[in-house]
């Protein structure tokens, strides 16, 4: 493709044919994972937890070695503080095992704004972990996100309260996974920790398989959603990180929230579930705070870019 200095830029300087491409794929990953989520909620309503979690895992893996040895080789596995980076996919895999058990419980919707939640938490945890700046702004944003959560899950809505605190749980367990990620970012590559993530969690889940698997045998939906879980998520992940070669992430980063709009319409078409308005507002506040911050960060990552004259 031509990306001679004719065609229109995009942001971070990026030719707007390849940012284009970036945002598809990344909403591509958003609507897989979205369904990742509505078919793991179908999945623990006849399996155990970590069983549905394991196999989304290891094919996770198994797919990932398959699309990137050829590419990586040996680079797929190389990194600079290794402890630091098991630790980022054992975040990860305690997250996923609460977001299981909390979508056990709760609607995909409201159990996926709550998650949401976590870049908020991580804007007021980065003061004191990383020693940046909060800001008037991230304030806000993050007091308006809890006021979010706190319509979601107001008394007599119906929500599952243990659901709500497996939840609220998942997302303090998300946060240091991401605080983890940009400590990381600035010595380790994202494949080799995409790696990891899936190889960490696939050796804690796998281990559980002998004394969970029992009982009826899966049909063939079932089947094909437990092959589709790890599908789905690996290539979710892949699609990503191709997005962030294409378009900035300062770009992408506010369209991750699609994921509250496809998370709603999947719970509709697959569950019948419709939130109530209460809760449709504490994500749309949910919602926007998000993207507030994310805007922020990007208009701070282009006044960082600006030459000092």
């Not at 975040?91 to 095992?97: I, N």
């Not at 049909?219 to 959603?225: F, M, S, V």
Request: proline content about 6%; charged content about 10%.
């Amino acid at each position: 493709m031509d990306s001679s200095p004719s065609q229109p830029q995009a942001a971070g300087g990026q030719p707007a044919t390849h940012s284009l491409r970036g945002v598809l794929l990344f909403m591509l990953g958003v609507f897989l994972f979205a369904c990742m989520d509505s078919s793991t909620k179908y999945l623990v309503s006849h399996y155990d937890v970590p069983l549905v979690v394991a196999i989304r895992y290891i094919g996770n893996f198994l797919l990932m070695v398959i699309l990137l040895t050829p590419s990586h080789g040996k680079a797929l596995v190389r990194t600079q503080r290794r402890g630091l980076v098991l630790a980022r996919g054992a975040c990860l895999a305690t997250a996923s095992l609460l977001l299981g058990l909390a979508l056990q419980r709760m609607p995909v919707a409201e159990t996926t704004a709550i998650v949401f939640l976590s870049p908020l938490l991580v804007v007021l945890l980065a003061g004191p972990v990383l020693g940046e700046r909060v800001g008037m702004i991230g304030w806000v944003a993050a007091v308006a996100g809890f006021g979010g959560i706190l319509l979601i899950a107001h008394p007599g809505g119906g929500l599952d309260p243990l659901g709500t605190v497996l939840a609220l749980c998942a997302v303090a367990v998300t946060a240091a996974y991401q605080l983890l990620s940009r400590i990381l970012a600035s010595t380790e590559g994202p494949v080799p920790m995409l790696f990891y993530t899936a190889l960490v969690g696939s050796l804690v889940f796998g281990a559980y398989l002998p004394w969970s698997w029992g009982g009826e045998p899966p049909t063939p939906l079932q089947a094909l959603l437990f092959l589709g879980t790890g599908a789905m998520g690996g290539l979710g992940h892949y699609l990503f990180t191709a997005a962030h070669r294409h378009t900035p992430a300062s770009v992408l980063a506010p369209m991750m929230y699609a994921q509250l709009v496809w998370a709603a319409l999947l719970g509709w078409l697959v569950f019948g579930h419709v939130p109530e308005a209460m809760s449709i507002l504490g994500m749309g506040i949910v919602a926007a705070s998000g993207v507030l911050v994310a805007l922020k960060s990007r208009k701070a990552q282009q006044a960082m870019s600006e030459p000092v004259e």
